[in-house]
T-cell receptor, first 114, second 113 residues
């Protein structure tokens, strides 16, 4: 079965600092990759996705992620953290072998320190 | 506006009772999903459906049941057989192609009292 690993269940950064949230997947065939954000007691909102083409993907709110096949990674970054970025972030994958299912990582809670 | 509507937002249930969570979408999506979210465990798939009148078990289907009689609706019943039903439940839908994203409802928080 597909596995998605998010290293670091809690990440803290200072306001204005670089945000780096890590995501690795386990698949011999590159899956489709997604990052979602969740604010307290709400559903998930798509930040960005990688399907095909350019490996550096830009999303909403200044976030971007780079697909690296050799490292089986899809890390999420933002150059300068804002207080409003404090939330839970989930990496997800979708591939043929899982029959149209989405598999999510366990999430990373981002705290932004003023 | 198109979207996914989950109701109710908060639900309280007595032990031993069945309860049904509603999920409706007007996005004309083929696939629909139910996830359970617990702190530190991410989202775990309960059931999913790719077409009307067909659905498959996910990783944690025991104690849950679903139906898909209409394309727009995918209700989830939490039965008394579910040992630990207190959780946040999320419904999602998707166009059905692997490279498309899922759209989520706002969730239902179920508490057993």
């Amino acid at each position: 079965a597909q596995s998605v690993t998010q290293l670091g269940s809690h990440v803290s950064v200072s306001e204005g600092a670089l945000v780096l949230l890590r995501c690795n997947y386990s698949s011999s065939v590159p899956p489709y990759l997604f990052w979602y954000v969740q604010y307290p007691n709400q559903g998930l909102q798509l930040l960005l996705k990688y399907t095909t083409g350019a490996t550096l993907v830009k999303g909403i709110n200044g976030f971007e992620a780079e697909f690296k096949k050799s490292e089986t990674s899809f890390h999420l970054t933002k150059p300068s953290a804002h207080m409003s970025d404090a939330a839970e972030y989930f990496c997800a994958v979708s591939e043929v072998a899982t029959g149209n299912q989405f598999y999510f990582g366990t999430g990373t809670s981002l705290t932004v320190i003023p | 506006d198109g979207g996914i509507t989950q109701s109710p937002k908060y639900l309280f249930r007595k032990e031993g009772q069945n309860v049904t969570l509603s999920c409706e979408q007007n996005l004309n999506h083929d696939a629909m999903y139910w996830y359970r979210q617990d702190p530190g465990q991410g989202l775990r798939l309960i059931y999913y459906s790719q077409i009307v009148n067909d659905f498959q078990k996910g990783d944690i289907a025991e104690g849950y049941s679903v139906s898909r009689e209409k394309k727009e609706s995918f209700p989830l019943t939490v039965t008394s057989a579910q040992k630990n039903p207190t959780a946040f439940y999320l419904c999602a839908s998707r166009r059905g192609r692997l490279n498309t994203e899922a759209f989520f409802g706002q969730g239902t928080r179920l508490t057993v009292v």
